[in-house]
């Protein structure tokens, strides 16, 4: 098997979680117009939840994943209510400046409750196993994570394909005052998009764990990865968001393997960089 | 528009109430007398950072508080002035004033390239784009040999105070911290009564409008930006300096970033004291809450910063400026046109 197409699977493997992360983001990007600086931290809390889990009480971050899920929901879900609707109503200046606030206090609130130092879960079913196809070895806990991250989306696109409430937060993201006039109620619409992003972000974070190290600071990098990820894809676009979680996946481990591992991020910011400048709207937005 | 104007517009406070000029002279007064009133060690170092946050702060106002573009990047145009000046410092001994220029035109340079792409975005973003170049050039600077990578630059020591090198005590580095401060403040004053300044607060308020009463959207940002650029490179040169050694984490991490965009969004953005009394609040707060919990409470003070933030977000979007404009109506009503239009 050549050196190329292996690294591709790699890519598609960890681009299937990075698309579950942007499917969080874009959602909340469509229903209401606002970008969440905190997703990334979302995720760390996220990831911390399983590694808790993982350490305290079940030893296997898998065990986490609903655990982190139901924490994300209502993280995202109480941001919503006590920060995110008042900003609102103020100018986009402090809707920036509010998330940036949030995403800060999870961040350094994280660091000064659990430290500086990374962890890494102590085991599991999934941890550490190789996965043989063929001529093929892959990370059985990469395997594991890319599998429940395209579940999950999946999942999230049924649910807001085929449920009322997906044509509800539809309807708010195609035309906010029409859909109110429509009698949706769209305060609960945007309250529900937080709650999606959250549970995403945290349930991304705990299939993470099971190869990923935890730290304080790994929001960032996750996140900037996920804004990359969303405007490739097109604001607001859920299938964009699939397909370039997939692209960024690969750009990042093409590059890790044949320029260097340290300009991966590099690399991955140039396109967003790239995409901004030549495809504003990304690849499959509607604007 | 004659050079004899801009000089009058840059000096000129007379649109501002009598309070506000008051405010200022007693200000500067304090500022220039300083060094004598407080002689320990500890409180000039506060001073000389106020200063230096307060001129980071007016540097981001151009572009973020009269543009309405939230830069979330400022600390790389920080760096390049650092580095400009400590990279030439070490390679051939080049004086401070020639490394000033190097930095300063490496910065506007980039912000002229970059500038180009990133300012057709809006709102978010360009939030976004902002700190992703940032965060590029943090990775680059790492990553690079040539720029002594991770390990940062320790500039040479003068055995004497010297000019040519700007090393000197803490009063000659108070005076030129002032010194930058008030070229800044001078400049932003100019700014705001430029056309170019009244172009930029269209912007902020209707970008779309802006565009279709014939102001070049685009070129106006530019400038804008580019000015940002070169202030905030300044600073980062004085800051090379001031501190003798530099390294990606110190002067061009996103916490400087954060911490330049929320000395003006906490004291109040497109306002021109706007910088001056957030860092009159941030900096002193930062310093004395760093002495006083000392190194093991790690991440305390960006929590405390981030609630600050969140709060002013929620409630008081016009910052620390907006509180006191709300206890004097009948003032800030009548001069509203000016700082706040």
Request: hydrophobic share 55%; proline share 4%.
């Amino acid at each position: 098997m050549s050196v190329f197409l292996e690294v591709s699977i790699q890519g598609v493997l960890m681009g299937l979680t990075y698309a579950l992360l942007a499917l969080g983001l874009t959602v909340i990007f469509g229903v209401m117009d606002m970008v969440n600086f905190a997703h990334g931290e979302f995720l760390m809390i996220g990831m911390y939840a399983a590694y808790l889990t993982a350490a305290h009480v079940f030893p296997d971050p898998l065990v986490g994943v609903p655990v982190a899920g139901l924490i994300g929901l209502v993280l995202g879900a109480l941001s919503y209510r006590l920060l995110v609707r008042r900003l609102l109503q103020g100018p986009t200046i402090a809707q920036i400046f509010g998330t940036f606030g949030l995403m800060l206090f999870l961040r350094y609130g994280a660091l000064a409750v659990f430290g500086p130092n990374l962890r890494s879960a102590p085991g599991g079913l999934v941890v550490g196993q190789r996965l043989v196809l063929g001529g093929l070895v892959l990370d059985g806990a990469k395997v594991t994570a890319a599998a429940g991250s395209a579940l999950l989306f999946a999942l999230i696109y049924w649910f807001l394909q085929r449920t009322r409430v997906g044509l509800g937060l539809r309807a708010t993201a195609a035309h906010r005052e029409a859909a109110r006039y429509m009698g949706v109620d769209t305060d609960a619409m945007n309250s529900i998009g937080w709650a999606i992003g959250g549970a995403t972000a945290g349930m991304a974070g705990a299939l993470l764990v099971n190869f990923y190290y935890v730290s304080p600071t790994v929001g960032m990098v996750f996140a900037m990865i996920t804004f990359t990820t969303v405007a490739l894809g097109g604001f607001g676009s859920v299938p964009g968001a699939f397909v370039a979680g997939i692209i960024v996946g690969v750009v990042e481990a093409v590059t890790a393997q044949y320029f260097s591992p340290q300009l991966k991020l590099a690399v991955i910011y140039l396109v967003f960089f790239l995409v901004v400048l030549l495809r504003p709207h990304g690849l499959l937005g509607a604007r | 528009m004659g050079i004899g104007r801009i000089i009058r517009d840059a000096l000129s406070f007379g649109d501002l109430s009598r309070a506000e000029r008051l405010g200022i002279a007693l200000f500067l007064v304090a500022m220039a007398v300083f060094p004598f009133a407080v002689k320990s060690g500890f409180g000039r170092a506060v001073a000389v950072q106020f200063l230096l946050y307060a001129t980071l702060g007016l540097s981001w106002n151009f572009i973020g508080g009269y543009g309405g573009q939230i830069d979330l990047g400022g600390a790389k145009n920080v760096g390049f002035g650092a580095y400009g000046v400590a990279l030439p410092m070490l390679w051939w001994n080049a004086p401070f004033w020639v490394g000033l220029p190097i930095g300063v035109a490496a910065a506007v340079l980039e912000s002229l390239v970059l500038g180009l792409a990133l300012l057709r975005l809006r709102g978010h973003y360009f939030a976004i784009g902002t700190l992703a170049v940032a965060l590029v050039w943090q990775e680059l600077f790492t990553f690079w040999r040539w720029t002594n990578g991770a390990r940062g630059v320790l500039l040479p020591l003068k055995p004497t105070p010297d000019f040519l090198y700007m090393q000197f005590g803490p009063v000659g580095f108070h005076y030129a911290a002032l010194f930058l401060f008030v070229l800044s403040l001078c400049w932003l004053n100019w700014f705001r009564k430029s056309k170019l300044g009244y172009e930029l607060r269209a912007i902020r308020e209707d970008e779309d409008a802006a565009a279709s009463l014939g102001i070049d959207v685009l070129a106006a940002k530019l400038k804008a930006y580019c000015i940002s650029a070169a202030v905030a490179a300044a600073a980062g040169a004085f800051y090379a300096v001031y501190y003798g050694y530099i390294d990606p984490a110190s002067v061009m991490h996103m916490d400087l970033s954060v911490m330049i965009a929320m000395t003006a969004m906490i004291g109040g953005a497109g306002v021109l004291w706007g910088p001056v009394v957030g860092a009159a609040v941030l900096i002193p707060l930062d310093r004395y809450l760093g002495a006083w919990l000392g190194g093991d409470a790690l991440g305390i003070d960006f929590v405390i910063y981030a609630l600050i933030i969140m709060l002013v977000a929620a409630y008081q979007p016009k910052g620390v400026w907006g509180i006191i404009e709300s206890l004097a109506p009948a003032r800030s009503a009548q001069r509203n046109e000016w700082r706040d239009a």
